[in-house]
């Protein structure tokens, strides 16, 4: 007597925690996206689609900022590449007082210096270091186009759990009123006690589900604000998860598309110019270096006292070093082999991911289908249990069986449609995202602070 009437207190218990935990979760959880519109900016807030979130995302991630100082290092290089054209001006003075004859010595010796011919030495660091500013402009559209993929997938991602949380909601919604159903019927001694229990297990692990969703819900939307900088009067508008993007009929036009404007295809060429460019400030070692000089000299020591200024040609040319030009000059040119070949290697398997992620994409295609099949029959079987057991033709445990399954294949096709969308996302990545991120220019997405 004592152990059923612990045990009514503790299932009395139990029922109380759930209604309030679904209570709970059910005010926590954020209004959809449809709701929002509906509720208008008075009501909600400005809602901010993914194409302005990913706008955003790019003005203020650090992947975006460090991309864009490097570009500015090399800028700033570049520019002073420009100026080795310019003549250089110098002086070195020396003054001290000194025991002796006499008690004061100096030296001063300044002078003008005007580059003539240097073998091209100079017209090629020029060259290298423009194709550096290149290379960098074309690794801050790559930091973009990454963080780009990041926003999406993470949007996908949580697309994916406020709709398994809604789910899960309703589950937890329909065996919590079975379970009362059931309860009564064990109480009456209708049912055995083990028929309660299995249904209690269910529950819990329906809530278990839900709790994990909803959690898993809020970590990844708060990242995604936090990425995207919503203020307080603004919210992400959530698309239906069941819109997502069709594939084209072959690997084809993405090959196309990625070709004229994905980043990689610029990246190896501008590298392998760059080290053409270094071979080329080697080969002017070969030629003597001619500058046009103008110097005014004023030495005061004890045996000369001299002032005078000079005008001339300064030449310098080694000759010969025994090969060691010639070798460095040598691994240079392996080595722009090396970046040529390295670069095909990249631009290969950069087509080779396009290739698979479009076949993955179209048999992807064909499990959201196969869900969405599979879904129409678990909903048919469990309407159909459903009425026969209002006939009384059925047991309770067929019905929740059927139920759960029926829950279990709507989970199926969330995940297949989220795997659908991350991938074709990752190919929208490999062909540059051209929606968004096409004709942006560096001061559109980066709020530089000097």
């Excluded at 936090?226 to 069941?242: F, K, N, Y």
């Amino acid at each position: 007597m004592k152990w059923s009437l612990a045990y009514k207190m503790k299932m009395t218990a139990s029922r109380v925690m759930g209604t309030v935990l679904i209570s709970a979760l059910t005010v926590l959880l954020p209004v959809s996206a449809h709701a929002s519109e509906e509720l208008g900016a008075a009501g909600y807030g400005a809602l901010i689609t993914l194409d302005d979130a990913v706008v955003r995302a790019l003005t203020n991630q650090a992947e975006v900022k460090r991309a864009f100082s490097r570009l500015s290092k090399e800028k700033a290089l570049y520019k002073g590449s420009l100026s080795e054209f310019l003549p250089k001006l110098s002086a070195e003075f020396f003054g001290a007082a000194s025991t002796g004859e006499k008690k004061t010595v100096s030296y001063l010796d300044a002078g003008i210096e005007q580059p003539l011919f240097k073998g091209g030495k100079i017209l090629a660091g020029k060259k290298k270091q423009k194709a550096r500013v290149e290379g960098e402009e074309t690794k801050l559209e790559e930091a973009k186009l990454d963080v780009e993929l990041g926003i999406r997938i993470l949007y996908a991602e949580v697309l994916l759990e406020k709709e398994s949380t809604r789910i899960a909601q309703g589950q937890v919604r329909e065996l919590q009123t079975e379970h009362e159903r059931i309860k009564r019927l064990t109480d009456r001694e209708v049912l055995p006690l083990y028929e309660l229990f299995g249904l209690e297990s269910m529950l819990q692990r329906s809530k278990h589900a839900l709790v994990k969703h909803k959690e898993t819900y809020d970590y990844l939307l708060g990242v995604l604000i936090e990425a995207v900088r919503l203020t307080e009067g603004e919210a992400l508008s959530l698309d239906p998860i069941t819109d997502y993007p069709e594939l084209e009929g072959s690997a084809e036009p993405y090959l196309e598309i990625s070709r004229k404007h994905d980043p990689v295809y610029r990246l190896w060429d501008l590298k392998t110019k760059e080290k053409q460019f270094e071979k080329r400030e080697l080969q002017a070692d070969r030629f003597p270096q001619i500058n046009l000089t103008a110097k005014w000299n004023r030495n005061d020591d004890v045996f000369v006292d001299t002032s005078r200024a000079m005008v001339g040609a300064e030449v310098k040319w080694d000759i010969w070093d025994f090969g060691r030009l010639g070798s460095k000059i040598n691994a240079k040119a392996h080595e722009i082999e090396e970046t040529k070949w390295e670069g095909e290697i990249k631009v290969r398997e950069h087509e080779k991911e396009i290739r698979k992620h479009f076949h993955e994409g179209r048999a992807l295609r064909e499990r959201i289908r196969l869900a969405e099949t599979l879904m129409r029959e678990r909903r048919e079987i469990y309407k159909n249990k459903k009425t026969r057991l209002i006939a009384g033709k059925l047991g309770a445990g067929e019905l929740i069986d059927s139920f759960i399954a029926l829950e279990e294949a709507k989970i199926e096709k969330l995940r297949a449609i989220t795997d659908y969308r991350v991938l074709t996302a990752r190919l929208d990545r490999l062909t540059a995202f051209q929606v968004v991120t096409a004709g942006m220019d560096d001061e559109d997405t980066y709020d530089y602070e000097e």
